[in-house]
């Protein structure tokens, strides 16, 4: 199984994502980080991600290697991250093979309605326990 984790601007999000992943599954699982800048992908690898690259370009030839696709919902939205995400980047992700786990996080310019609001462990618990049940029925 193989889980892309995106994030852009300080890669905060990103390296907890990584951080909860690497607690809550199995060391098997093989997690690529991929952001937006140089700075968002060192703090996923030093949350232990098994590899990672930079750059809209990385991340468009990487997606599809992803049977999961975990990030906040900016990653689907072109100029979302401050302009981070582009255009070519938004619509990758939103092709992707991948199933898209996306985390509901508001930014300035947009806002997410008619969902309850969690922290963001919470958030990322839930798309990590449908990672866990999509491995468990593929064993099965």
Do not use: C, Y
């Not at 401050?82 to 939103?94: F, L």
């Not at 609001?117 to 449908?130: F, G």
């Amino acid at each position: 199984m193989v889980i892309a984790v995106i994030d852009g601007m300080g890669g905060g999000i990103g390296a907890q994502i990584v951080t909860q992943l690497r607690q809550e599954l199995p060391l098997d699982v093989e997690i690529i980080a991929l952001g937006t800048n140089a700075v968002a992908t060192q703090r996923m690898m030093k949350a232990r991600a098994n590899r990672g690259a930079s750059g809209g370009n990385a991340i468009r030839v990487s997606i599809n290697q992803a049977d999961f696709i975990l990030a906040p919902i900016g990653v689907v939205i072109p100029n979302s991250m401050m302009g981070e995400i582009t255009p070519a980047i938004a619509t990758a992700v939103a092709g992707a093979r991948g199933r898209k786990l996306l985390l509901p996080i508001n930014q300035p310019h947009f806002e997410i309605v008619g969902i309850e609001w969690k922290a963001l462990t919470k958030q990322i618990s839930a798309a990590i326990e449908v990672i866990r049940e999509a491995m468990e029925s593929e064993a099965a």
